[in-house]
């Protein structure tokens, strides 16, 4: 029994190397979530709720959802975020919270420099009894369920000014244990930093259209660098469309997991904002699988300390 429980959860964690932290599409809408200077930096009170479909149509294939809120505090160069998500993969449910701060040094006379950091507390739980096998009966497979609660952090600098940003970010810093005792090896159990970088700038193209790009790179141990480019444009400040693509997120016998993506954002009120995204697999997983559907819902209440900051692009 011991054996067969190791094999299982060092398969688990050795996946997870490639993503141990859910990722998201539209993360340009949502940049908290994968950098904490981010904080406040929109100056109004801020937040997103994302739910991400993955891999739609195959059983056990990853869904997440995430709540983030954060907000610049009054007359200070403060801002503070608060982060509830929850990703289910197969039989492994991780549901964390994260509280964030950032201080926002100015430069010059709309740049800003941030710093953040974020204390986080994971709950992570594996469920044995959930997985699939052949024999119902097996006894191996009777209420045997892991649960711990894991702690960390994550630091990131980010810079901005109206019309480009760009920021650094390591998540995991302690790169804390599952605290599996029955895996042979128990340093694959565990959480390893991932570090991003994000950029982005907006070009005005006349008074109806502007175009935005975006890169996104992360990396972790055990796994290729995850590039992703994404152009979009802004109509009448209203409306986000725009088209992505991913690559080196695996390499296998069939060549690189490469994927392109679809993007919408709708302001559907001068606070709120709507996007949804769809993503679709070039290589052959993309024939076992619906694709990747997420949907955001995002909100800026309260104005803004500098005017010079409208229209917020980032």
Known sequence: MKILIAIILSLLSLLSFAQQDAGFSMYFFNPVYINPGYAGSRETFSGSVVHRSQWTGMPGAPVTQSLSVHSAIPNS???????????????????????????????????????????????????????????????????????????????????????????????????????????????????????????????????????????????????????????????????????????????????????????LELKITHFLRLGYSYDYYLNRNGKYNNGTHEIMLGWDIGKTQSKKLYPRYF
């Open 77 to 263: 160069n403060v801002g503070l975020g608060f982060q509830f998500y929850n990703d289910i993969t197969g039989p492994m449910k991780n549901t964390g919270i994260k509280l964030t701060y950032a201080y926002h040094i100015p430069i010059g006379e709309d740049a800003k420099l941030a710093f953040g950091l974020s204390g986080m507390t994971n709950f992570i739980r594996i469920g044995l009894d959930e997985i699939n096998v052949e024999d119902e009966n097996d006894p191996v497979f009777y209420g045997d369920t892991y649960s711990k609660w894991v702690f960390d952090a994550s630091t990131g600098v980010y810079f901005y000014n109206p019309s480009f940003y760009a920021g650094f970010s390591v998540n995991h810093l302690l790169q804390s244990k599952f605290g599996i005792e029955n895996v042979t090896d128990p340093n694959l159990a565990r959480f390893y930093r991932q570090f991003y970088f994000t950029s982005g700038i907006v070009f005005h193209l006349n008074e109806e259209l502007d175009f935005r790009p975006s890169l996104l790179m992360k990396y972790v141990k055990s796994a290729p660098l995850v590039t992703e480019i994404t152009g979009s444009l802004l109509i009448f400040q209203k409306v986000f469309v725009g088209a992505g693509f991913r690559t080196n997120k695996r390499v296998d016998m069939d060549g690189t997991d490469n994927m392109v993506i679809a993007i």
